[in-house]
């Protein structure tokens, strides 16, 4: 059996990878990834990895690929996914996640490939009116990255009614952490996530780290976000993988589930925990909020345990352990 893994060189795509190895010891993977974003040295060196450097809407590169490998289903992770720049360049976000998804669709349907793990996000939900967020809450988002996810989850749906597509949307919180194993991790350019600035921060490559307004309506002033660890993340992708592999002929399903911890840590709480794992203390800068930035975002994770049996096993020291090792000897 094999499957396609696209966006497998980036940061949760690469987890997954290695997760799904780990799991399935006969499955071949056929990872795709164009490196604008990912890093080769990411990709497990296996036997049972096949790796093409290729972008999703290179059609006519795609199509030969697809006709050889024949994948069962597809994970899909590749997607450009800074929030800021999504607002700055949305003609970007556009093309790469949203043209490129639907070539990828157009090509998995002439191959009569139809079951599809989507990567999306809880941007889709945009400002909460209510937390924790379940999956029954609007999807507003308020920015093109957002907005983005949404286009593809609607898509996968139309697919889903008129061809009988299965798919499972998988809507992320706060992706975090690193290999326990410390060979791969976190590595974007320009970085962005939290735990990774502070911890560059306690290793003297960041004089200190931002805190964007301390005066919201939580305990300590600061957000509150739901970190959840990327390979908590990569179990509910194989969760969801066995959900559409065990349907049988002439069955369709679709799903969206929230993944997060339910455990909200405020930004004051993460630059603790950060002091605490390195042993170092890390100098703080308070500025203004950024508009947008609501107090607190934190899912409600039942239906991923009541429909993957899924429930996240790394608590927020936990993740950052894993961070810092990779922080102290990154590979790339």
């Known amino acids: 059996m094999k499957i396609l893994v696209t966006g497998a060189a980036g940061y949760i795509g690469s987890h997954f990878v290695k997760k799904a190895l780990d799991r399935y010891p006969t499955v071949k993977i056929c990872a795709v990834d164009d490196l604008r974003e990912g890093h080769n040295q990411a990709v497990p060196d296996s036997e049972r990895v096949t790796f093409h450097n290729l972008a999703m809407d290179n059609e006519a590169a795609l199509d030969p690929v697809l006709a ?18 999504s607002q700055e360049k949305p003609f970007k976000y556009f093309d790469n996640n949203v043209t490129g998804s639907l070539i990828l669709f157009k090509l998995l349907a002439k191959y009569g490939v139809n079951k599809v793990i989507f990567s999306s996000s809880c941007t889709t939900y945009g400002n909460p009116q209510y937390v924790p967020i379940d999956e029954n809450h609007p999807q507003n988002p308020i920015n093109v990255y957002g907005t983005t996810k949404l286009m593809i989850e609607k898509a996968l749906h139309g697919l889903h009614l008129a061809s009988g597509w299965s798919y499972v949307s998988l809507r992320y919180f706060n992706a975090a952490g690193a290999d326990d194993e410390g060979a791969i991790g976190e590595s974007h350019d320009p970085e962005t996530h939290l735990i990774p600035l502070v911890l ?38 194989c969760l969801a993988l066995d959900k559409l592999l065990s349907l049988k002929e002439g069955e369709s399903t679709f799903d969206a589930i929230n993944l997060g911890t339910s455990k909200g840590a405020s930004v004051e709480e993460v630059i603790k925990t950060c002091e605490k794992v390195s042993g170092r203390s890390i100098k703080r800068k308070v500025t203004e909020r950024r508009a947008g930035d609501p107090a607190k975002l934190v899912a409600d994770y039942t239906r991923a345990k009541e429909i993957l049996g899924w429930e996240p096993k790394y608590d927020l020291e936990r993740i950052i352990e894993t961070a810092w090792a990779w922080e102290s000897s990154r590979q790339y």
């Not at 994970?75 to 800021?84: M, S």
């Not at 290793?203 to 600061?222: H, K, P, Q, V, W």
């Open 68 to 85: 050889r490998e024949k994948p069962v289903a597809v994970v899909h992770f590749a997607a450009n996914a800074y929030v800021g720049e």
């Open 200 to 237: 560059q921060a306690a290793l003297g490559r960041r004089e200190a780290i931002s805190i964007y307004g301390n005066d919201y309506d939580t305990e300590d002033g600061t957000c509150i976000r739901d970190y959840v660890h990327v390979y908590d993340l990569a179990e509910a992708h």
